[in-house]
């Protein structure tokens, strides 16, 4: 008893191969791609964020802190962005309990 195989079979076999080659090597190339999108916009925040910190401003700071929340939600920047946020007013509180910072006002 033998076995045979189709030309069409041994075909289709090949095509499915390479078709699911071409996919993959497509869907890391898209990966890729997001990857290096989000290492751009992490780096950008993490500018922002030294930045902000050489502030000495205070208005000023939060006003860009509070940027780098808004902008880079998503980001490690944004958490240590918020934690100086907090500890600015915090901070700002406990100097002069009258007049609070407000990060919404435009800055000059």
Known sequence: MTLQIST???VGL??????????GYLLG???????SKETAKES??????????QEEDSKRKLKLMAQIVDKYPN????????????????????RSPEP???????LE
């Open 75 to 94: 980001s490690e920047w944004s958490d240590k962005a918020l934690d100086q946020v907090m500890r600015l007013r915090k901070e700002s509180e406990s």
């Open 29 to 35: 190339i898209v990966s890729n791609l997001k990857k």
């Open 14 to 23: 090949v095509m499915g191969g390479v078709v699911g080659f071409v996919m």
């Open 44 to 53: 950008q925040a993490q500018k922002r964020f030294n930045s902000a910190m």
């Open 100 to 106: 609070k910072i407000d990060i919404n006002q435009e």
């Open 8 to 10: 069409s079979f041994v």
